[in-house]
């Protein structure tokens, strides 16, 4: 398959001894039941196998509904997909699963989602420290009315197995106030968080709002390095034309690639793929 026979959202590429993992929120599943997640293997980013099923939910799974955003992450030899889900009797939020092989099969690992039971909370992603602490940083979902319409960003500390989460919440940032918001918006969305850390161990914050030209990929970082630092926010988006949920990933040869799906809308959403350069502890679109 060619990255543009793909049908999903929320791209996420693991490259792993020689070999690229897509794995993405099934295009045809997105909005209504829930029924697995799959991956797509690549030995070059140009042709893609068909699907391989690397998650069926087991019998007695607490979610059947609005499976979102997996992604994988290695750490410690085994393979950790953070995926999102939601029911009728329990709120939005991200489980973690676990797998020997990124070709799965994935299994509940954590006992639920490990985001807080009382928000709506969605697009779990894995960071670990410059002390090798793990954490999972996560949105807040806008759409909960003491939110008032403004997604959050926030993260919490994992234990070193990420079973579970410890201790309360993180708060990072809210998705207003923005240059880039556009005026008068009938909400602020964050969505999609992804953690890059450049060559100098500078960590930027990836993640997914909307602006003048739709759907876009923005950049925040902490000013001194830590979660709880203030945040600072780059005012041009790293991409804004109907684009986002994205992430980042080196090739095999060194290349810095950028994968989000685009357009914004159901059914056209594709993978795309963009190569990235950083100057200056910064990311930003090769030309």
Not at 144 to 165: M, N, P, Y
Request: hydrophobic fraction near 35%; aromatic fraction near 16%; charge should be negative.
């Amino acid at each position: 398959m060619k990255l543009s026979e793909i049908h999903i959202r929320d791209p996420f590429i693991l490259a792993e001894n020689g070999t690229y993992y897509l794995y993405g929120t099934r295009g045809a599943d997105t909005w209504g039941k829930g029924y697995g997640f799959d991956v797509y293997v690549s030995p070059d980013l140009e042709t893609f196998s068909d699907p391989i099923e690397v998650f069926t939910p087991p019998k007695d799974f607490w979610s059947d509904e609005n499976f979102w955003a997996p992604e994988v992450h290695k750490w410690n030899g085994k393979y950790y997909m953070f995926a999102s889900f939601i029911s009728d009797t329990r709120k939005r939020g991200t489980q973690i699963l676990i797998s020997d092989s990124p070709l799965g099969p994935f299994i509940p690992h954590s006992d639920g989602p490990v985001t807080p039971p009382q928000w709506h909370c969605l697009d779990g992603t894995f960071y670990a420290d410059a002390s090798g602490v793990p954490y999972m940083i996560y949105c807040r979902e806008w759409k909960q009315s003491d939110c008032e319409i403004v997604g959050e960003i926030h993260a919490i500390r994992l234990t070193d197995d990420l079973s579970a989460s410890i201790g309360e919440p993180i708060y990072l940032f809210s998705a207003d106030k923005k240059a880039w918001i556009p005026k008068n918006p009938k909400r602020y969305v964050t969505d999609g968080p992804f953690m890059y850390q450049t060559t100098n161990g500078k960590p930027l914050l990836l993640w997914s709002s909307f602006g003048e030209e739709g759907y876009l990929e923005a950049i925040a970082y902490p000013e001194n390095g830590n979660l709880t630092d203030k945040w600072i926010h780059i005012e041009k988006p790293l991409f804004e034309k109907d684009g986002g949920h994205g992430m980042v990933f080196k090739t095999f040869d060194g290349k810095l690639m950028f994968t989000y799906h685009s357009p914004n809308k159901t059914p056209f959403e594709r993978p795309q793929l963009r190569e990235l350069y950083e100057e200056n502890d910064m990311l930003y679109v090769k030309a």
